[in-house]
C-alpha cells in the first residue's frame, strides 16, 4: 500500500488492480452502512445518496478538520470531500439540508433530511467522536442532529 496526495488530503491508495469502488471493502463498508440506516432498497440509492451529502458536507467542513476527516473516510469518501471547494459561508442545518435537496431528483425536504442524517449519523463510528465535535464547533448550530448527537448548544 502506497500513499498518494489529494488536495491538502494524505489517503491510502491501493492497487490499481483493487482500486475501484466496488473492490474498496471500506468503501463498501460505508454504504452497506448508509444502507441500513437509510433503508434503502438498492446499494446504488445508498451510494448517490452518500456521495450527494459527502461532496455537500466537503464544502462545508474546512481546515484541519476537513483534512482529518478525509483521512478518517474511505479513499472515493475522501475524494469526495476533498474535491469540493470550500464554501465562502455557512450553511444552516436547514439550508444544508435545502442544498442537498436541490442536488437529488424529487427530493423534498423531509426527504433530503432522511438522506442527510442516513448518511451523517453512520460517520460517527468512523471518523470518533473526537472529530465529530470538532466538526460540530465550526458549523452552525443544528448540525448535531443531523449527525445523530442531540444538539445541546446553547442558543442566544
Same mark, same amino acid.
Given at each position: 500500500m502506497s500513499t498518494t496526495t489529494v488536495p491538502s488530503v494524505t489517503t491510502r491508495h491501493h492497487a490499481p488492480s483493487d482500486h475501484h469502488d466496488d473492490h474498496d471493502p471500506d468503501w463498501t463498508r460505508l454504504i452497506t452502512a448508509v444502507q441500513r440506516s437509510g433503508q434503502y432498497a438498492t446499494r446504488q440509492e445508498a451510494e448517490q445518496t452518500t456521495r450527494t451529502v459527502l461532496s455537500a458536507l466537503? +464544502?462545508?467542513?474546512?481546515?484541519?478538520?476537513?483534512?482529518?476527516? +478525509?483521512?478518517? #473516510?474511505?479513499?472515493?469518501?475522501?475524494? #469526495?470531500?476533498? %474535491?469540493?471547494?470550500?464554501? =465562502?459561508?455557512? #450553511?444552516?442545518?436547514?439550508?444544508?439540508?435545502?442544498?442537498?435537496? %436541490?442536488? =437529488?431528483?424529487?427530493?423534498?425536504?423531509?426527504?433530503?433530511?432522511?438522506?442527510? %442524517? %442516513?448518511? #451523517?449519523?453512520?460517520?460517527?463510528?468512523?471518523?470518533?467522536?473526537a472529530l465529530v465535535t470538532r466538526i460540530l464547533a465550526q458549523l452552525p448550530a443544528g448540525y448535531a442532529l443531523l449527525f445523530g448527537r442531540a444538539d445541546l448548544t446553547p442558543t442566544p
Open positions: 466537503g +464544502a462545508h467542513v474546512i481546515g484541519d478538520e476537513r483534512v482529518d476527516l +478525509a483521512r478518517a #473516510l474511505p479513499e472515493e469518501a475522501a475524494r #469526495l470531500i476533498a %474535491s469540493q471547494i470550500p464554501a =465562502t459561508h455557512p #450553511l444552516t442545518a436547514a439550508e444544508f439540508v435545502d442544498k442537498v435537496a %436541490s442536488r =437529488t431528483a424529487g427530493a423534498t425536504p423531509a426527504t433530503a433530511r432522511w438522506d442527510v %442524517s %442516513s448518511v #451523517l449519523s453512520v460517520l460517527p463510528p468512523l471518523i470518533g467522536d
